[in-house]
Nanobody, 117 residues
Framework: QVQLVESGGGLVQAGGTLRLSCAAS????????MGWYRQAPGKQRDMVAGITRGGTTNYADSVKGRFTISRDNANNTVYLQMNSLKPEDTAVYYCASGSRPWEFAYWGQGTQVTVSS
């Protein structure tokens, strides 16, 4: 059983930064794909960023140039660095893992990110 635990969410003003972390219960090296999704109230859950074991990344157009995903296989952690935050980035952010890009089978419980204007 895989457990993913997100942390680092919070309240920040527009233009600010946050770094989300996702700690896995076991080795993330077995997962080719790690990713971050988000879901705002009344909206569907959308992929924000993904990264393969080899370091290939994929970003939603809305966050390109502002967000950076990275993975530390040695410490079984995935990060999402979020810069230049906007109110429309407000959502619950979920960490996900899977065997193939970008198909995710395991999910964390989510962490709230709120960006005030």
């Amino acid at each position: 059983q895989v457990q993913l635990v997100e942390s680092g969410g919070g309240l920040v003003q527009a233009g600010g930064t946050l770094r989300l972390s996702c700690a896995a219960s076991g080795s993330i090296f077995r997962f080719n794909a790690m990713g971050w999704y988000r879901q705002a109230p009344g909206k569907q859950r959308d992929m924000v960023a993904g990264i393969t074991r080899g370091g290939t990344t994929n970003y939603a157009d809305s966050v390109k140039g502002r967000f950076t995903i990275s993975r530390d296989n040695a410490n079984n952690t995935v990060y999402l660095q979020m810069n230049s935050l906007k109110p429309e980035d407000t959502a619950v952010y979920y960490c996900a893992s899977g065997s193939r890009p970008w198909e995710f089978a395991y999910w964390g419980q989510g962490t709230q990110v709120t960006v005030s204007s």
